[in-house]
């Protein structure tokens, strides 16, 4: 007799046993990543800028700041068109930076138009007396954001601004 043969009869006539195997149910986590169902995890998409104007003044760069609260100014920036802006209305506030410290701003100036490709929006801009960064000038905060109805792909690192049915992507 054959040795397989042999190995068939003994678990046939019950002589021996199969090895039983245990059933483990994976949770939901462990069966996503068995099936390679997890999206790949991103790098850093980096600041959202946009090109805008003020007045009679080109900013290729202004930032989209989604952690900000408010529009940030320059004094010089405003200085250099205060005769197009208006005048500084003080208000009083302290801003508290990321670094712990307080500052206090020069004030506020309100309905500043700046456009941004075909649309134009009414700002207002807390002005501080702070260094201008060459790179990112200005930095719009979440209140312009929400009056430009902007919609956000962070994957694709495009921004869309809104205004009634038109839209412009960045």
């Known amino acids: 007799m054959t040795a397989c043969a042999k ?31 997890i999206p790949q995890k991103c790098g850093d998409p ?12 080109k900013f290729d ?7 900000a609260s408010i529009n940030l100014m320059p004094l010089s920036i405003f200085r250099k068109l205060e005769v197009e802006l208006g005048v500084i209305r003080l208000i009083p506030v302290s801003l508290h930076l990321a670094n712990q410290t307080t500052i206090l701003p020069e004030g506020i100036i309100e309905d500043i138009l700046v456009r941004v490709d075909k649309f134009v929006f009414p700002v ?5 007396d702070m260094e201008v960064n060459k790179a990112v000038p200005l930095i719009l905060g979440r209140l312009f954001l929400c009056t430009g109805r902007v919609i956000l792909d962070i994957y694709e690192g ?7 049915n038109e839209k412009v992507v960045f």
Request: charged share 20%; hydrophobic share 40%; with cysteine.
């Open 7 to 37: 190995f068939m009869k003994e678990i046939l006539s019950s002589n021996r046993k199969l090895e039983e195997t245990t059933v483990v149910k994976l949770n939901t986590h462990y069966n996503a990543i068995l099936q390679n169902t």
């Open 46 to 57: 980096g600041s959202f800028t946009i090109p805008c104007s003020l007045g009679s003044e």
């Open 61 to 67: 760069k202004a930032l989209y700041d989604f952690g």
């Open 124 to 128: 207002d801009f807390i002005v501080v």
């Open 158 to 164: 495009q921004l869309m601004l809104r205004v009634g």
